[in-house]
């Protein structure tokens, strides 16, 4: 029998949707993260032993960080005798590098361990973590099925070691294991507006973390 244009019609509808449920049916679900990014931060630096205070994730230079901070008491004890808290404005932290005022500019309150960055994929882990990877420590927190592929041996493993980022994978338990180390043998920069305002975010952040822990006593 010839083919009218109503069965061609027909044939080629039924053909696109059987292509489009075979095409459907080898798409793999996303990988997500097995616990909240807090938890896996906090599991991350007590793997890598940073010891300090984990900080609720956080938007820094556009990226979402955890930092691991702790507090200079004695910087601290100065600056509320100075009255001077934490600064969050940018354009007032970056005349503390000036020459001219960097003598009189509040020290540093802020040890900063490291920064981590909790994600589902190491492309955004590492976006996120190579900034603060120029100033000191920096991890990335992937899920450990993020680092069974090709594309993570081949393109993520390089990039880190180049940039001496960790890499640290939890399992579908939320259980942390170490991929690679990071290295601490690399050229670093020195203070900066840049950092130095990370340290004021830091330290605010500190604060607000001992006030929680204060007030849940």
Known sequence: MAATPQN?????VAGSAKRSRTTASRVLPPIELPASPDE???KAAALLGWNGVVLPVTTLLGRKVSIVARLRTDVHAERIAMGVGPVADRATVDTWTWPELAATAPAPAAEIIGVLAVARHWRTAMASA???ARYGEAA???PSLAVLTE???ANCLPRARAYGLAVVTADPYAMSDLDLEGRTERL????DPVSRW???MAYEQLLRADLVAAESD
């Open 8 to 12: 061609t019609e027909r044939s080629t």
């Open 40 to 42: 896996l931060a906090r």
């Open 130 to 132: 190579v900034p603060f």
């Open 140 to 142: 990335m927190v992937l």
């Open 151 to 153: 594309d993570y041996v």
């Open 188 to 191: 670093l920069l020195d203070e």
């Open 198 to 200: 990370v340290n004021e």
